[in-house]
């Protein structure tokens, strides 16, 4: 199967679930998660129409964008961000889905001060519970989102989270349902700015589920670039 026709059928696996969750394909973005997969890949998939990409290192990313600057390609931070790698981060990404501290969002304000721009962010749940999972505890996202409230340079767009590592469909429905549960709380607090709230959830082997739950951007890696080494 070709990167394209790979492509392709994850967008109909999207369509698919979103027309039994009786939603609309159009409510659900697709976004390509890019780790170790080189340029002229990327090349490839932005040529069959894929516009959103994300990284999850810093380091990886930066050399990846200069080639590709010709494709009108949106980039994105999915990954577990340092503080130390704010400035990086903010030269290539549009959005950040891992803001799960203060202390990244005070290195983020100190940022986006400094180069007269603002951020959209989501904040990243820990909605599993498993240890070796980023993301913040669900009974402390309120202080979390009382931060971001008090950084005008940060824009709350939404949030994001991972889906437990299991099979077991309603373990792993269960970490979406609580994401768009907090989504929900926060959006009725007048928390979440800039139009319908994201919901960053699904990937490869749980997309079907998170679109069920609520999800409006997936992240999407081996099902269309290939198993990682
Ligand atoms: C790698 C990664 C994905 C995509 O995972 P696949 O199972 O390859 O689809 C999504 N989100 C994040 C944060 C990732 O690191």
Not at 183 to 196: D, F, I, K, L
Not at 202 to 215: F, K, N, Q, T, Y
Request: hydrophobic fraction near 40%.
């Amino acid at each position: 199967m070709t990167l394209a026709d790979a492509y392709r059928r994850t967008l109909d696996s999207i369509a698919a679930a979103a027309e039994s969750a009786g939603r609309q394909q159009s409510d659900v973005r697709l976004l390509l998660a890019t780790k170790t997969v080189q340029p002229d890949r990327l090349r490839e998939a932005a040529l069959a129409g894929a516009r959103l990409f994300g990284e999850n290192r810093v380091q990886e990313a930066l050399p990846k964008i200069e080639p590709l600057l010709d494709c009108d390609i949106e980039w994105h931070m999915i990954g577990h961000l340092q503080t130390n790698k704010v400035r990086d981060a903010l030269r290539f990404a549009s959005c950040i889905h891992s803001v799960d501290r203060e202390s990244l969002v005070l290195a983020l304000q100190k940022e986006c001060l400094r180069l007269g721009r603002t951020c959209d962010v989501l904040v990243e749940v820990n909605t599993s519970g498993e240890a070796n999972k980023h993301g913040i505890a669900p009974d402390d996202v309120g202080r979390l989102l009382d931060a971001i409230a008090a950084t005008p340079e940060l824009r709350l767009r939404g949030f994001m989270t991972i889906g437990a590592h299991s099979d077991d469909e309603g373990t792993v429905r269960a970490c979406f349902a609580s994401l768009r549960r907090i989504s929900e709380r926060a959006t009725a607090e007048g928390r979440v700015t800039g139009g319908p709230p994201v919901l960053s959830m699904g990937m490869s082997g749980d997309l079907a589920w998170a679109i069920a739950e609520g999800s409006t951007l997936v992240r999407v890696g081996s099902a269309i670039f290939g198993q990682r080494e």
